[in-house]
């Protein structure tokens, strides 16, 4: 092999040993957090049993997070949830068997997949090979990117997705002389489509915000072809919104009206969100300075550069709307891809105008930046621990269970979420007393399903409780605290052999050293009746 043709391709060679660390290092390093795990459980019972659609209830068991029964519908199905990760799920399951890496192996490659497409959008943008696979680089190590690819959760669909859809965009936007084609047309519904069913929040707010933000960049053909669009989509997505979300949208605060001078504190909340990922006062002064001084270098990319921070202003006041205070970051992950573009250009423009040294200097103060995100403390720091191989947030909980309950014991969690994981990787576990009996919304499941699936029910041997404020009714008379673990991000992993409960705070000693917000734990009780 030549000299030449080894340049040629050790960088390919390089970026492949990075996209390995990246997706597919320690993906099993630790044990999946509740949410992933209530993906991996109901995705799990799709290929036990056979099943086309995704359930809660398999005639035996009743596996749910909400005790109010929010998160399903009559039919037992998912409601809250977008269902495209339970099939991905499913598929990854029925290939590769059921474990930790069979469930978020498939979302890291998605995940890996969105890096070649935003590849494909550099040089698109800057018709360059080299700047292409530099910031297809970046891209790859980017610590929030990594962290919402490498879970067992819709965050990747989101995200290859999203950007797949800006590409789309992006085409139309730098091509304004040509005609749009048909097929882009029908790209983009089919992305929308997949969007719908990856999650309908997100949906909403990407849909609406391409149709507000392009009306000013695009002919009249872009408008009639989108209205078809959507008015496409609308057809095939509204069953499914109507008769499987229905239930959710009409029981969640989507549905209370809030007074107009809250909507401003929750703008905030969501534009602080964004600002972790990049500062976004300095980026949008240098890039304005760049836009009215500089046209000239700026004249190419000046339509997206615009239109990205139109989709990202519209994306945080549609996200409140929508949302209101529960405008979290997960649900409009699709800025992730917008920030890595906004970044990228802004990096480019200080190259073009300025000189190379001031271009590398911005671009490592905004990969720094992006870097030191406090994102990666989210979902339960997963990701993080991930790569430390560190399992003390859920592996004691399990282990213990595994060794201490008996095939014919029952177990009782509070709070249903830690329920989700012990049934991932305890399916025998009998687990009970999942829905609130005295709620409103549960009164019609009582005649559906078994008695102990209610917290009315008292044959419970064993009570699970994880980072409740103050000492849970149940186990207040007949029950004795066998074992309590503590943890957390900023306390050492203690084991201890008593608990004192106090009304409105977790109990935290001098000895133990920790920050009481981030100090959780697990008291196990058994009952006195064995």
């Known amino acids: 092999m030549n000299i030449d043709r080894l340049k040629a391709i050790w960088p390919h060679v390089l970026l492949l040993l990075v996209a390995?660390?990246?997706?597919?290092?320690?993906?099993d390093g630790s044990l999946l957090w509740r949410d992933e795990a209530t993906t991996a459980c109901w995705?799990?019972?799709?290929?036990?049993?056979?099943?086309?659609?995704?359930?809660?209830?398999?005639?035996e068991q009743l596996a749910v997070q909400g005790p109010k029964g929010h998160d399903f519908n009559d039919h037992f199905l998912p409601s809250m949830q977008s269902w495209l990760q339970f099939y991905v799920t499913?598929?990854?399951?029925?290939v590769f068997g059921v474990s930790t890496f069979a469930a978020r192996s498939p979302f890291a490659l998605l995940g890996f997949l969105g890096i070649v497409l935003l590849r494909k959008l550099f040089l698109t943008l800057f018709k360059s090979e080299k700047i292409a696979w530099l910031g297809a680089a970046f891209c790859m190590v980017s610590l929030p990117y990594l962290h919402f690819a490498?879970?067992?959760?819709?965050?990747?669909?989101?995200?290859?997705?999203?950007?797949?859809?800006?590409?789309?965009?992006?085409?139309?936007?730098?091509?304004?002389n040509e005609p749009i084609r048909l097929w882009a047309f029908v790209r983009i519904g089919v992305l929308g489509f997949l969007l719908f069913h990856?999650?309908?929040f997100t949906f909403g707010m990407v849909w609406c915000g391409l149709m507000l933000t392009m009306l000013n960049h695009c002919k009249r053909q872009f408008i009639i072809g989108m209205s078809i669009t959507t008015a496409a989509v609308a057809v095939s997505v509204i069953p499914m919104l109507v008769v499987v979300h229905g239930s959710f949208l009409a029981r969640s605060e989507i549905q209370q009206f809030p007074y107009w001078s809250d909507y401003w504190d929750w703008v905030i909340m969501a534009v602080k969100r964004v600002n972790q990922l990049i500062p976004i006062i300095p980026v949008a002064v240098l890039g304005i300075v760049a836009v009215l001084r500089y046209r000239k270098e700026t004249v190419q990319l000046r339509p997206v550069y615009g239109w990205l921070w139109l989709m990202l202003a519209s994306t945080l006041l549609i996200a409140v709307l929508l949302n209101k205070s529960n405008a979290f970051l997960r649900y409009y992950l699709h800025v992730i891809p917008i920030i890595m573009l906004i970044s990228a250009i802004t990096v480019?423009?200080?190259y073009v105008i300025f000189n190379k040294k001031l271009a590398v200097l911005l671009l490592g103060i905004l990969f720094v930046y992006h870097s030191l995100s406090p994102v990666m403390?989210?979902?339960?720091?997963?990701?993080?621990?991930?790569?430390?191989?560190?399992?003390s947030h859920n592996g004691p909980m399990v282990d213990?269970?595994?060794?201490?309950?008996?095939?014919?014991?029952?177990?009782a969690f509070i709070k249903n979420e830690k329920g989700m994981v012990a049934h991932f990787y305890i399916p025998q576990l009998k687990w009970v007393a999942l829905l609130e009996a005295q709620n409103p919304y549960n009164q019609p499941y009582k005649n559906r399903l078994p008695a102990s699936m209610f917290d009315s029910y008292n044959n419970v041997d064993w009570v699970v409780v994880w980072a409740m404020h103050g000492l849970p009714a149940r186990v207040e008379r007949g029950y004795e605290l066998m074992w309590s673990y503590r943890y957390g991000l900023n306390a050492p992993n203690l084991k201890v052999n008593a608990k004192v409960y106090t009304p409105r705070q977790y109990t935290v000693t001098e000895a133990e050293g920790g920050i009481v917000g981030d100090l959780q734990y697990y008291d196990f009780y058994h009952s006195k009746n064995f």
Request: aromatic share 16%; glycine share 2%; hydrophobic share 45%.
């Open 43 to 59: 995705s799990r019972s799709m290929v036990e049993n056979q099943w086309i659609v995704p359930r809660v209830w398999d005639g």
């Open 20 to 27: 390995y660390f990246a997706f597919v290092w320690r993906l």
């Open 348 to 350: 480019y423009w200080a």
């Open 400 to 411: 213990y269970l595994l060794e201490n309950v008996k095939p014919e014991e029952t177990v």
């Open 198 to 200: 990856t999650n309908y």
């Open 377 to 391: 403390t989210f979902s339960e720091a997963v990701v993080k621990r991930q790569f430390k191989r560190d399992c």
């Open 90 to 94: 499913a598929a990854s399951f029925a």
């Open 150 to 176: 490498r879970q067992c959760r819709y965050y990747a669909l989101v995200l290859v997705i999203s950007i797949a859809l800006i590409n789309e965009i992006i085409s139309i936007l730098t091509n304004k």
